[in-house]
Nanobody, 121 residues
């Protein structure tokens, strides 16, 4: 089995910064694309950023220039550096990874448990 464990959420004032981490563990051969999504109360889950195995990135327009996604393939870990945070960034943030499992060599989509980010004064 494969698990994604997130960390780094919390309460921050507007204009502040937070760094989220997500580490995958278990029966992993290789991780392809990784990403971060968020869901605010009463809203649908939305894409925040993605990163390919080669390091190509993609961002939602709402976070471009403020957030940066990165990954450490040797550690099966991805990061989301969030700067200049705004109250509208408040949401539960979920990490996502496309994982090829060593048990059957097939590609599966996994999600973290979510971490709360609250931006408020």
């Amino acid at each position: 089995q494969v698990q994604l464990v997130e960390s780094g959420g919390g309460l921050v004032q507007p204009g502040g910064s937070l760094r989220l981490s997500c580490t995958a563990s278990g029966s992993i051969i290789r991780i392809s694309a990784m990403g971060w999504y968020r869901q605010a109360p009463g809203k649908e889950r939305e894409l925040v950023a993605t990163i390919s195995s080669g390091g190509s990135t993609n961002y939602a327009d709402s976070v471009k220039g403020r957030f940066a996604i990165s990954r450490n393939n040797a550690k099966n870990t991805e990061y989301l550096q969030m700067n200049s945070l705004k109250p509208e960034d408040t949401a539960v943030y979920y990490c996502n990874a496309a994982v090829r499992r060593s048990t059957d060599y097939r590609l599966y989509d996994y999600w973290g448990q979510g971490t709360q980010v609250t931006v408020s004064s």
